[in-house]
Structure formats: C-alpha cells, structure tokens
C-alpha cells in the first residue's frame, strides 16, 4: 500500500504549482461511493470558490443508488462567463477520489496527461464483492493503473484520519485539506474555513474544521 503521501511525477509542488487557468477554466471531479460525503464537499468547495470571486458551476452524476452506487461531483470554475455543469471527456485537470476504485473509473473516462489526482487509499468493498460473487482489483494493480493515467498522484490515508478524528463521515473535510493543502489551486486554506463556519451547523463545525486542518497537512509537501 502507498505511503500516505506518495507523490508520482510532475516536479515540485506547492503555491507556485497552482493551475492557472483563468481564461479557459478548471475542471475538478469528486467522486466516492453515495454516503461518503461528496456531493456536500463539492457545494462547500463551489461556494468558496464563488466568494473568491469566480464563475463556478456544479453538476452531480448518480450511479444506480445514491447510498452504495457511484457518485461524482463535477466543479467547474473560470473567470468571466460560467461553464456547463459538466466536465468533458478527457478534459479532467483534478481528481479528488474517495475510494481507489471510483478514482480509476473517472480517470478511464475523463483523464488526460495532465491530470492531477488525490486519492483515498482505502477501498469500499461492493456488496457483490463481499458476497463473493465479484472481484475487486488487487491494490497494487489499482494503484498502478491510477499513477499510469495521471501526471501527478497523491494517496493519502483520509479515511484513517477521519477515524482516529472519531468519525469517518469527517473524509469529505479530510480529502478538501488535502487539495488545499497540496497548491493545486490558488485558494485560500483560510477563506474555506470561513466556509465551514458559514455552511456547517453550529454543532459540527468544530469536527469539520479539524479534519480539514488535518487534511492540509497531509496534503502539504515536507521540506
């Protein structure tokens, strides 16, 4: 299994690393199994992403069940007029993925060369799965073909920090650490927390804005 930050291609990262794609935009996917949080980390992100003064738009895709099946969130932002809710295929600048399995199904049909991904290394094993009745990949072969489709990977063990935290729904804040953590866009870590202030309820912040920070450091490159 990938140490928790194992960083595949791409050169040095950080601030400076930012993508910067005023003009023609970015396109970031989250995607997780339906329960895990996706679709509120994509709302939380969008909404700091339109206080910082861009275009932003977000559009869900459902598998067969929203609780156990596929989900993926799509945010799109740019600078002047809005895009379509939708990322194109093979157009993906960042994934964030919730489980290693979701990750690679998105890469398959979104990816490009350039793509950047922050992956959970824990996987969520399918009911069919635990049943015996289908196979799920071995993790290393995964992990592979994950690093093959991208330019830059990072595992990260969110689902380990959500728990020690004491509640593994904390993933979602966990994995948005990350990303804000690791400069991959020119967002402020400070700015999002004011989001989770304003969006979260009163009694859940404190959790949420905890396993964010915890996320930041997974997500920040050591020196």
Not at 145 to 174: D, H, P, R, Y
Request: with cysteine; charged share 15%.
């Amino acid at each position: 299994m990938p140490a928790t930050s194992d960083i595949i291609g791409g050169g040095p990262r950080g601030g400076k690393d930012a993508l910067n794609n005023e003009s023609r935009g970015t396109n970031l996917i989250i995607t997780g199994i339906g329960g895990q949080g996706n679709v509120m980390a994509a709302t939380l992100l969008a909404s700091a992403i339109l206080e910082a003064g861009w275009e932003v738009t977000v559009g869900d895709v459902y598998g067969l069940t929203q609780r156990g099946g596929s989900v993926a969130s799509h945010v799109r932002w740019k600078k002047g007029d809005p895009l379509p809710p939708l990322v194109p295929q093979r157009s993906l600048d960042i994934l964030i993925a919730f489980e290693p399995l979701e990750a690679l199904r998105i890469l398959i049909q979104f990816g490009r060369e350039t793509t950047r991904a922050i992956v959970n290394d824990r996987p969520v094993l399918p009911i069919g799965v635990q049943a015996g009745r289908l196979h799920y990949p071995d993790l290393k072969e995964l992990y592979a073909a994950i690093k093959n489709l991208t330019t830059e990977t990072m595992f990260t063990a969110a689902t380990s920090v959500a728990t020690e935290l004491g509640n593994v729904q904390a993933l979602n804040m966990v994995m948005l650490g990350a990303l804000y953590g690791c400069g991959w866009t020119p967002f402020s870590a400070n700015a999002f927390e004011h989001t989770i202030q304003s969006l979260i309820p009163s009694k859940f912040c404190n959790l949420n804005r905890e396993a964010f920070r915890k996320g930041l450091t997974l997500g920040t490159p050591a020196h």
